[in-house]
């Protein structure tokens, strides 16, 4: 079973949840970790702009698990503390739209970019959750390692919305990134925290900047290409169900 098999269970009850945030919450901050998120999140917008409550600021897929796997991976190879290790994984949350920027960490060097060690280690982040599911064979998936993504990833926005400036973390949102491309939600670095309003007041949003990809080595762009076609896919998935 894939994330994507998920989508059959998971979208009716994603859309519920959603319509429900709309009618009782609807400035919540939304943190989507349900899979799969790549289709999951779009549908959540799209069921939010219906009752005109989206805001695309307030939206979050959450992606920290590819990151603390490629963190946890790549230590085990270069010897780092994973702790000490961040990765940059942009893209989305399933199979090969994991795109670990390895280039980009200090310790990405003991990983020669093309080699089968990278290969290997690059396999590992995109399928690791796979791994999970498939061993579990229907009894659920990273469950432990998922709660602790989602703490991680929680404390962060909180502690941005309370004002604390320079968090940065990717997180699948709406983004301008590939958007000319049809692709509506990317992953990439996003600082979270507070947005300037018009009227010279901080107004606690949560996606504060959305940062590109950087310099990435043409191996990582060859990463980024299948990401995208599948992203693309993903998303229209999600859009497609609300409709
Ligand atoms: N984004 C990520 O990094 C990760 C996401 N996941 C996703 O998280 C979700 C939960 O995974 P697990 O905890 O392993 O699954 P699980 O099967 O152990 O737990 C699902 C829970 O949802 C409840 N539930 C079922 N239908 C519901 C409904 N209509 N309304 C409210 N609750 C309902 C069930 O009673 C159960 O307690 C899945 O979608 C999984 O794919 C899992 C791991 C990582
Ligand atoms: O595929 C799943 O349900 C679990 C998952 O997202 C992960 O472990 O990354």
Redesign the pocket.
Known sequence: MT?DD?FNT?AS?VR??AAAIARNTPKAHILV???P?NSTVPIVARTLEKTDTYNPTRLFG?????VVRASRFLSGIAGTDPAQTPVIVVGG?SGVTIVPLLSQSSAGTAVEQGSEAWKALVHRIQYG?DEV?QAKDGA????L??AY?AAKYTNLLLRALKGEAGIITPTFVKSPLFASQGIEFFSSAVELGVSFHFNSHFRPNGVKKIHDLGNITAQEQELVNPALTELKKNIKKGFAFVQ
């Open positions: 994330r998920l998971n009850i519920d949840l970790i349900f899979n998120v959450i992606t920290t698990l590819d949350h959750g599911v659920g998936s990273a469950t390692s998922m993504a």
